[in-house]
């Protein structure tokens, strides 16, 4: 039954009438939603319709669906009221969004040409409301059976971005120190209880307590200085003065919303939407002309941000303009903002896992040398230990040593230090197997640990490095070059390892070999007999 309806502001009870004659009515298309001057506004609204049963309905069970309906309704059929939703003032309460009404047969039989009068009756304590939502006629059984992708869309998109917020929420409580996983955790919270506002059950729940319209309008305008601290994090520009304004706008903005009365709300919330939207559209734009091009997923953070923001622009003009269609993904349900959101949690869920990701391999990973960092060997060779401990088998730990590095950066200069460096992890890397760990141990140190080796295959990789090493030539400025050998100590435990005790055996082996002559090898077997270190070529 959409398209063009009867419509009249006010309230007459004789307006149910079958006979009445509506023509001076003004023309509402359906779905819409009415308008109203608040000085002049009392919330009452009528619609009227002739509807045509076809003969298909003769006879049959009647009924009708309305999708929404804000917020209190009556229906009349033939001026005979069939149903509503809520009560009427004086004892006002909102109806549910979703209503089917049965229409007795002794109603449809009163018309011998299958004309009817279908008359709705609507009070909305906003400035705005009416007949939102498709409005349907066929057998009552068939309705019954159909079921509305509101609630389930909803739902679904509530019970997702409350995940997405419950799982940063606690990725921030693990560390401290990830303040964009907070802000975007109250974000996606703060726009899961908005978009449980448009839900039934949740608005019938909260009903007691506040208007699930205003909290609505509360949750949306609390996400404001959130998204406004997730984009500063995200950017680089805490305390920023624009961004200060924004949020000292958005707090007198949620103050309001707690004392103004519904009818007044309703009127300048459409105006907060697009000053809101307007003012996060600034932060992305402030974001960019601050050359934050460097940031990490930049781009991917500015489409995200400016779809969000525009999408609320665009549901904010659509309600005032007749040159902005509105396009709803359900009844009632700001379409625009929903996909806006989604595209944002998805590009900022993509840059901060990338930037965490990022964190993580710099703090396990030597940036010069694209080898592990001490820590994180000491850990694998501890838990490698208590595998050999269990199991049997053994593990070796080859502790290298630059020989008279001290002099190459003395000679060449540091950049040329940080050359030679970089060659040694890249020789290691290119000399282990993927299942071995090679580590910077610090300065010109390095150690390796080789999983389930012995002394034989501990021997053969150290002697292999040792002379790739000293065939290795890094060429300076000039056409010189610089030749680098190492002092290796290597150590294999077997059986009941002790870790601590592994890696001073090896610092003991290296350093015997650096007092040997430098470009020695040294090992020893942790459990031999005295420890007998046995020098090697």
């Known amino acids: 039954l959409g398209g063009e309806w009867r419509f009249q502001q006010g309230d007459d009870p004789a307006w149910a009438a079958a006979g009445l004659d509506d023509r001076g009515w003004r023309t509402m298309v359906v779905p819409g939603e009415w308008e109203a001057t608040i000085g002049e506004y009392d919330g009452f609204g009528w619609y009227r319709r002739e509807v045509v049963l076809p003969p298909s309905l003769r006879g049959a069970p009647v009924g009708l669906r309305f999708a929404t309906v804000g917020d209190a309704f009556e229906v009349f059929w033939n001026g005979v009221r069939v149903g ?23 109603l449809l039989s009163r018309s011998g040409n299958g004309r009817h009068v279908l008359a709705v009756r609507v009070f909305n304590d906003y400035a705005y409301g009416g007949v939102m939502g498709p409005v349907k006629v066929g057998r009552y059984d068939v309705l019954a059976q159909q079921r509305s992708p509101r609630p389930v869309v909803i739902g679904g998109l509530v019970s997702f971005f409350l995940a997405i917020g419950v799982y940063h929420l606690a990725f921030f409580l693990r560390r401290r120190a990830a303040r964009e996983n907070l802000w975007f955790a109250a974000v996606c919270l703060a726009v899961s209880v908005y978009g449980a506002t448009y839900a039934d059950e949740f608005g019938q729940a909260v009903m007691p307590w506040i208007n699930p319209y205003r909290l609505g309008v509360l949750a949306m305008l609390a996400g404001g200085p959130f998204f406004v601290a997730l984009v500063d994090e995200l950017f680089g520009l805490r ?37 809101i939207a307007i003012g996060l559209m600034v932060i992305v734009w402030r974001a960019w002309r601050l050359g934050r091009k460097g940031t990490a997923h930049a781009s991917t953070l500015l489409f995200g941000t400016a779809a969000f923001s525009g999408t609320m622009l665009y549901d904010a003009l659509s309600e005032y303009s007749s040159l902005v269609p509105v396009a709803r993904l359900l009844p009632g349900t700001p379409s625009a903002f929903w996909v806006g959101f989604l595209v944002f949690v998805v590009t900022v869920g993509i840059a901060t896992a990338g930037r965490w990701a990022l964190t993580e391999v710099t703090a396990l990973t030597d940036p010069m040398t694209g080898l592990a960092r001490r820590h994180v060997l000491e850990d694998a060779l501890r838990r490698e230990a208590e595998r050999v401990r269990r199991t049997g088998g053994s593990l070796a730990l080859v502790l290298i040593d630059l020989d008279h590095f001290k002099r190459v950066n003395d000679t060449h200069g540091h950049r040329v230090g940080y050359l030679v460096l970089e060659r040694v992890g890249r020789l290691l890397r290119a000399t282990t197997r993927n299942l071995d760990l090679p580590s910077r141990f610090g300065g010109e140190e390095f150690a390796v640990l080789l999983y389930d080796t012995d002394l034989p295959g501990a021997l053969s990789f150290a002697e292999r490095f040792r002379g790739t090493l000293r065939d290795m030539r890094c060429e300076v400025a000039h056409g010189q070059t610089v030749q680098v050998t190492a002092s290796v100590g290597v150590a294999v435990g077997t059986d009941l390892v002790d870790p601590q ?37």
């Open 501 to 537: 005790a592994l890696v001073e055996l090896a610092d003991q082996a290296l350093y015997r070999a650096k007092n040997s002559g430098r470009d020695r090898l040294v090992s020893v077997t942790l459990g031999a007999a005295d420890h007998e270190f046995v020098p090697a070529r």
């Open 84 to 106: 509503g939703s809520g009560r009427m003032p004086p004892e006002f309460v909102e109806g549910a969004l979703s209503v089917l009404i049965f229409v007795p047969d002794s």
């Open 239 to 275: 305390g920023a003065r624009h961004t200060r304004r924004v949020t000292t706008v958005l707090a007198a903005c949620f103050g309001a919303t707690l004392a103004l009365p519904l009818r007044m709300l309703a009127e300048m919330v459409l105006w907060m939407d697009a000053a």
